[in-house]
């Protein structure tokens, strides 16, 4: 399924019945303000909010941000394609496997495109 | 090979004296967002209207749903039949489709259900949307004015109709 919004943290948040500042506590945060300025896509989740999320609701990482997962795979692609870039025409000796290495980089990103449904590469 | 599966944002706004209720569906039965929005004293059909480009601006829904406030459909006091009318000729200028339904249209919906209050299509609701239980009111007693709350099912039994309704709702030509 391709999932519209960019985090599904507060409306899964708000179907539990839990408040920004019950969901914080949860989080380990001091204040539900941050909460919401994870919710209002002013500030991205770090690793132990995101984990920690993904345990009170019981879903996968992907599921609850979406829109994160496809930004970072995006990004990703396209630095890998610069490098790839940057790379051509260099005689090094490492250059070969590097560039068989970006290859497979840029397939699995590929591969991780469909499979999340994320829109294609711009 | 089937593709991906994207569901339609469909968004209900439900218009009252003291403002509006919305919600947001990502799907039949998964609300993503609900609210009432108080908009009181001064230029409330101004402030309304600004809140509800707000909502329309972070969301971006495929589908709008209206009660229909047209002469054939329910009869709502002057403001509210015109800013019924102005949200859907916003939703008009982008493209968005408008889908409206009349209070009666609502209830044969439900009919099956056997409500034929708000406060049971409020339960009704409930039971089959957990995450609104919380927001069902008290059965209100005569002298009592109607609960706020009551708006997020009025505007929830809206988009619900529409799923219901498939796309056959009444098109917006039929607002205000």
């Known amino acids: ?122 | 090979m089937n593709g991906p599966r994207r569901y339609a944002f469909v968004l209900a706004v439900y218009l009252n004296t003291r403002g509006f209720a919305f919600v947001l569906f990502e799907g039949p039965l998964a609300p993503v967002d609900w609210s009432v929005r108080e908009v009181r004293g001064p230029k409330k059909y101004a402030r309304c209207l600004a809140r509800i480009v707000g909502i329309l601006d972070q969301y971006s829904p495929d589908v709008l749903v209206l009660q229909d406030t047209s002469p054939r459909g329910t009869r709502r006091v002057p403001r509210i039949t015109e800013l019924n009318a102005a949200i859907a000729e916003l939703a008009e200028v982008r493209g968005l489709p408008v889908h409206t339904f009349s209070r009666d249209k609502v209830r044969e919906a439900f009919w099956h259900y056997g409500a034929t209050t708000k406060q049971a299509l409020a339960e009704i609701i409930a039971k089959h949307i957990p995450a609104f239980e919380r927001y069902v009111p008290p059965p209100r007693k005569p002298w009592q004015s109607e609960d706020a709350r009551m708006g997020i099912f009025d505007a929830a039994a809206l988009a619900l109709t529409f799923f219901q309704d498939g796309l056959d709702g009444q098109s917006k030509g039929a607002v205000g």
């Open chain 1, 1 to 122: 399924m391709v999932q519209r919004l960019k985090m599904y943290l507060r409306p899964l948040r708000r179907r539990s019945g839990l408040t920004q500042r019950e969901f914080a506590f949860l989080l380990g945060l001091k204040h539900g303000a941050g909460v919401s300025r994870i919710e209002r896509l002013k500030r991205p989740p770090n690793l132990v909010w995101a984990r920690a999320s993904v345990l009170v609701f019981g879903t996968r990482a992907q599921e609850l941000f979406p829109g994160l997962f496809c930004e970072v795979r995006e990004a990703v692609r396209r630095r890998a394609n610069d490098l790839y870039e940057e790379l051509q025409g260099n005689p090094s000796k490492a250059t070969r496997a590097k560039l068989d290495f970006l290859e497979g980089v840029l397939a699995r990103l590929e591969e991780a495109r469909v499979e999340e449904g994320c829109p294609g590469a711009v």
